[in-house]
């Protein structure tokens, strides 16, 4: 059981709008530590969505963006497209663990 | 282009050994932090360690701590996880990233394109 709670999946039509929720806790996301997003296509390594909280690296298109509120954070994708299905991780830093922590995982299908 | 190739990968008995390589290029590797991660078969993603610029400092999750020695050699661009006492449990594909950001704070980017390994008798 992950430390982040992502549901495990999510859908929608192509163009649609499709959220994922990171939920943390006060000693992780609660406390001020930065929330990122990485995006897992099917039999490839991950990589690098959004990092700190909204950002996003250089040649991410602007369809995707991230928030952070209070103990959780969301990944938004407007206009879905096809390529976009794969699997989506937030990752933050647990102090109490000493360790970074990764959400479970959220599977994106276009229906 | 920043490039990260992991190697050493392989069939493992339990309890045994086996070291992980991953060679940077494209970057100033001496002046980044840099990550081990894995993913077990069908599973998410495991922060596994990560290592300081100039090797001084170290961090492992509790699960390989004490097992697992990350490590590396910036004359040569490279990052090692010497893995010890192998379980099961530790069969997975094994990615090194760049770390960037501060202590604490920081995401990776980019990733290697991994190395499997398996532990079985």
């Known amino acids: 059981q992950s430390v982040l709670t992502q549901p495990p999946s999510v859908s929608g039509a192509p163009g649609q709008r499709v959220t994922i929720s990171c939920t943390g806790s006060?000693?992780?996301?609660?406390?001020?530590?930065?929330v990122h997003w990485y995006q897992q296509l099917p039999g490839t390594a991950p990589k690098l969505l959004i990092y700190?909280?909204?950002n996003r690296p250089s040649g991410v298109p602007d369809r995707f963006s991230g928030s952070k509120s209070g103990t959780s954070a969301s990944l938004a994708i407007t206009g879905l497209q096809a390529e976009d299905e794969a699997d989506y991780y937030c990752?933050?830093?647990?102090?109490?663990?000493?360790?970074?922590?990764f959400g479970g995982g959220t599977e994106v299908s276009v229906l | 282009e920043v490039q990260l190739v992991e190697s050493g990968g392989g069939l493992v008995q339990p309890g045994g050994s086996l070291r992980l390589s991953c060679a940077a290029s494209g970057i100033s590797f001496s002046t980044y932090w840099m990550s081990w991660f894995r993913q077990a078969p069908g599973k998410g993603l495991e922060w596994v360690a990560n290592i300081k610029e100039d090797g001084s400092e170290k961090f492992y999750v509790d699960s390989v701590r004490g097992r697992f020695t990350i490590s590396r050699d910036n004359a040569k661009n490279s990052l090692f996880l010497q893995m010890n006492s192998l379980r099961a449990e530790d069969t997975a594909v094994y990615y090194c990233?760049?770390?960037?950001?501060?202590?604490?704070?920081?995401?990776?980017?980019?990733w290697g394109q991994g190395t499997l390994v398996t532990v079985s008798s």
């Open positions: 700190d909280n909204t």
């Open positions: 006060s000693s992780n996301i609660g406390a001020g530590y930065n």
């Open positions: 990233a760049r770390d960037l950001g501060s202590r604490r704070q920081q995401h990776s980017d980019p």
């Open positions: 990752q933050c830093y647990e102090p109490s663990l000493s360790a970074y922590i």
